[in-house]
């Protein structure tokens, strides 16, 4: 196993269409979670699930925001009707009794 | 509620110097606390972390990191700065369930090594 896998690493997209991004987990870590993080900031929490179940989600995750974990492996995040305000790195993260492990994140540009 | 907070968003050393991240907390519970390194465009890679264990604790690339709860602290240093050191540094804490809990960042502190 490689480690944390997002897809795509870089993402232009028009503003007020839709995009998707995907994360592979490391295989065996149950807790998945995404981060936010715009320049010159630190991440900040958008939400996670253990396996499949979302538990928990920010404020920062408005309706047109949202994620998925089918299967408890790989999950998506979707944000609908992009607005320049959402360009950001888009930071996943699996996690086991260990710690976490980060992916290289998504960069995703609303023009 | 827990938080971070980093003293310095610049920080900048000659290459050899000492390294010295400031980093306090705030938390209502034992903190779980982190130090990450972030290179340009990539994710973000474990320093070392802090998990009730040793205070002074030792990570990677020849960092450390000593929690100081009267101080509400946990800087990180490291002895002679490295051209490849330069990168931005965050320093986290969780919230609950151990150390796999939500991560809260601080802002982050951009650190230059001249030669």
């Known amino acids: 196993d490689t480690g944390v896998s997002q897809d795509p690493r870089h993402k232009i997209t028009k503003r007020g269409q839709n995009v998707t991004f995907r994360c592979d987990p490391i295989s065996e870590h149950n807790r998945l979670y995404w981060y936010r993080q715009t320049l010159g900031q630190g991440p900040e929490f958008l939400t996670y699930f253990q396996n499949e179940a979302q538990l928990e989600k920010s404020r920062l995750l408005s309706d047109r925001f949202s994620a998925e974990r089918p299967k408890g492996s790989f999950s998506t995040l979707e944000i609908q009707r992009t607005e320049q305000g959402d360009s950001a790195m888009y930071l996943c993260?699996?996690?086991?009794?260990?710690?976490?492990?980060f992916g290289s994140g998504t960069r995703l540009t609303v023009v | 509620a827990q938080s971070v907070t980093q003293l310095g968003s610049h920080v900048s050393v000659s290459e050899g110097a000492l390294v010295l991240l400031r980093c306090n907390y705030s938390s209502s519970v034992p903190p779980y606390l982190f130090w990450y390194v972030q290179y340009p465009n990539q994710g973000l890679q474990l320093l070392l972390k802090y998990t009730s264990a040793a205070t002074l604790v030792k990570g990677i690339n020849g960092f450390e990191a000593e929690f100081k709860k009267s101080e509400t602290s946990f800087h990180l240093t490291k002895p002679s700065a490295h051209m490849s050191d330069a990168a931005e540094y965050f320093c986290a804490v969780t919230t609950g369930s151990g150390n796999t809990g939500k991560l809260i960042f601080g802002q982050g502190t951009t650190l230059q090594v001249k030669p």
């Open positions: 993260a699996s996690a086991v009794m260990d710690g976490y492990t």
